[in-house]
Structure formats: C-alpha cells, structure tokens
C-alpha cells in the first residue's frame, strides 16, 4: 500500500523560499498525476499544485509565478519550491494523487503533511 512522508516545511519570513518534498512509497508512482495541496486553519484543504505523470504542470491562481512543482519517478518524490512566500501561504501542505487521493481500506489516505509558517 503506498505511503506518503511530506518534508521540508518550517518557520520562513515573508517574501523567503521554501522547498517541500514528499517521498511515496508503493509501485505503479511514475503512472499518476500528483498533486500538492494545503489546508489553514479554519478552511478546507486546496490544491496549489499538479504534474501529470509527463510533466505538465498546474497551478491555482494564488501561487502562480511563485511555485513550482516537479517530480522524479526514479525516486518516486514530488517537490514544491516555493518562492516569496506570504503569510497567507501558513498551512500544512500534503502531497497525494491528483485528482483523486489514494484509498486505504477504503478511505481517503494522506500523509501527515507539513507545516509551513510564514510569519516575521
């Protein structure tokens, strides 16, 4: 069954970089599209971020220009490098199949994400 560990997050002052990971294990990664997603607190989980198992990506509107993701189906990762992070971008960012997540015993699998604090 696969399983997700999302890395990388921290404390980060405004307008500073930050570069998420996610490690998935389990076989058939490279065929997915994979996506990055966030929740604050108080609101439901977004996606920020997708890449086809070829590499097209996709971005909401509000990260455009500033994010970029990008995969390696050797290592099975995703990455998320996030540029001129704002304090809106503070939340715990997860990484999961797009556009629908991975099932585990028949429910929605994610990963214990990280968090990103954009604060000064």
């Known amino acids: 069954q696969v399983q997700l560990v999302e890395s990388g997050g921290g404390l980060v002052e405004p307008g500073g970089p930050l570069r998420l990971s996610c490690a998935a294990s389990?076989?058939?990664?490279?065929?997915?599209?994979m996506g990055w997603y966030r929740q604050a607190p108080g609101k439901q989980r977004e996606l920020v971020a997708s890449?086809?198992?070829?590499?097209?990506?996709n971005y909401a509107d509000s990260v455009k220009g500033r994010f970029t993701i990008s995969r390696d189906n050797n290592k099975n990762t995703v990455n998320l490098q996030m540029n001129s992070l704002t304090p809106e971008d503070t939340a715990v960012y997860y990484c999961?199949?797009?556009?629908?997540?991975?099932?585990?015993?028949?429910?929605?699998?994610w990963g214990q994400g990280t968090q990103v604090t954009v604060s000064s």
């Open positions: 890449i086809t198992s070829g590499g097209s990506t």
């Open positions: 389990g076989r058939m990664f490279d065929i997915y599209a």
């Open positions: 999961n199949k797009h556009p629908m997540p991975w099932l585990r015993r028949g429910k929605d699998y």
